[in-house]
């Protein structure tokens, strides 16, 4: 039985907000720009409410909620709450559970709900534009959020609160500042819209442009300028394999100002529990990485057999710190329940704890510079091997 090719129906409402609205922002804009132009205190408000909604959707929706990088203070769920409804993008729980399921089925054609597979134009907005999944919503993937009661609390208030932020409060700014158009205009419409597309871009742009050095196993890409457009979302190839860390950009020097704001919120109470993924286990996917990209290259090289010798000896110092590494971890962990116990009543256990402490971190480090090492002398391997093919 051949598969029907007729298109879901369209969903009138989502049509309007994601065609409808960009068309009259293309036009309102530039021609009240033109008419009468918009002043600093427009424009500041505007950028305000951008990262005031796009910081919400990324620390509170996409971190805090879909992939519990982190616990929050009631008083910033609230925040988040409020702030993401005016983002106009669905209430916490169907964003989260949706996003839960992006990750579980990524690029699954079927089962991932805006898969890079399907295209471009589909996974940046396609997808919600049809019917595409008919029934009732499942939110089985999402029973703890359904626990929350900030969190069902947005979902049954969900369309007065975006009317709220998207409508009452430019309104509001307005007619503080004497012009309820265009500030409507800039702060409700045109950074709605910019809003939206910035956020989509991490569905569709950065599963295809960028690079993948912590893993090929799918299609998500870090790029820099996305991630400089989408307040740290861009890392999203280093967030596809270490979800629940709280950053996305893991270097100082990476633009990621949700990390910086969730662990300034850690530093005044508002936030705890901050989830970090072990340095080592970054440079192990780095170099596993590296390493089936080196196999690849080296199977075409001349004088293969060498090659592949060589990366094999460095393939099996590559497992031999990983073995050293684990029993590292364990060994630290039950010396730490062991003599945390004796240090209750001992002084002198709890000092030499710290001691062993101190020299089991030495060594995680010893390992992590070696395989850094190690990342040098295949990129040399690689590059060696390139110069005699050609």
Not at 153 to 176: C, D, E, F, R, S
Not at 271 to 276: D, E, G, I, V
Not at 323 to 339: F, G
Not at 371 to 377: G, L, S
Request: aromatic fraction near 14%; proline fraction near 3%.
């Amino acid at each position: 039985m051949s598969k029907s090719t007729t298109k879901p129906p369209l969903i009138k409402i989502n049509a309007v907000i994601f065609i409808g609205l960009p068309l009259a922002a293309l036009i309102l804009v530039p021609y009240w720009g033109l008419q009468h132009g918009f002043d600093s205190f427009q424009w500041l408000w505007a950028i305000a409410f951008l990262y005031l909604n796009g910081m919400s959707i990324t620390g509170g929706y996409h971190r805090l909620w879909a992939h519990k990088a982190y616990q929050a203070h009631p008083a910033l769920k609230w925040f988040f709450a409020f702030w993401g409804a005016g983002a106009l993008q669905n209430s916490i729980l169907i964003w989260a559970s949706d996003h839960r399921r992006h990750h579980r089925h990524v690029d699954d054609a079927e089962h991932d709900p805006y898969a890079a597979s399907r295209g471009l134009w589909f996974s940046h907005m396609g997808w919600m534009l049809r019917e595409y999944e008919s029934g009732v919503p499942d939110f089985s993937n999402a029973k703890d959020l359904q626990r929350d009661p900030v969190v069902m609390w947005q979902h049954k208030h969900y369309v007065a609160l975006t009317l709220l932020m998207n409508l009452g409060l430019p309104i509001l700014l307005g007619v503080w500042h004497g012009d309820i158009i265009g500030t409507l205009l800039l702060v409700g419409l045109l950074r709605l819209v910019i809003n939206h597309h910035f956020t989509f871009f991490i569905n569709s742009l950065a599963h295809f442009w960028g690079s993948r050095p912590y893993t090929e196993s799918n299609s998500a890409r870090d790029n820099g300028l996305l991630a400089f457009l989408t307040y740290g979302e861009g890392y999203h190839n280093y967030h596809h394999i270490f979800q629940t860390d709280y950053r996305n950009g893991i270097r100082w020097w990476q633009w990621d100002p949700t990390k910086w704001m969730i662990n300034l919120c850690a530093r005044v109470g508002l936030a705890h529990n901050l989830t970090r993924v072990p340095n080592f286990k970054v440079q192990r996917a780095l170099l596993d990485t590296q390493f089936q990209r080196a196999r690849q290259k080296l199977e075409q090289a001349e004088d293969r057999d060498t090659w592949m010798d060589t990366l094999e000896r460095e393939y099996l110092l590559f497992t031999e710190s990983i073995n050293q590494w684990r029993e590292l971890q364990s060994e630290r962990y039950e010396r730490t329940v062991a003599d945390l116990e004796d240090a209750i009543e001992e002084r002198k256990t709890a000092l030499r704890l710290k001691w062993e402490q101190a020299a089991l971190r030495s060594k995680l480090k010893e390992l992590e510079y070696s395989m850094k090492m190690q990342r040098k002398r295949l990129s040399l391997l690689m590059q060696q091997a390139q110069l005699q093919t050609r």
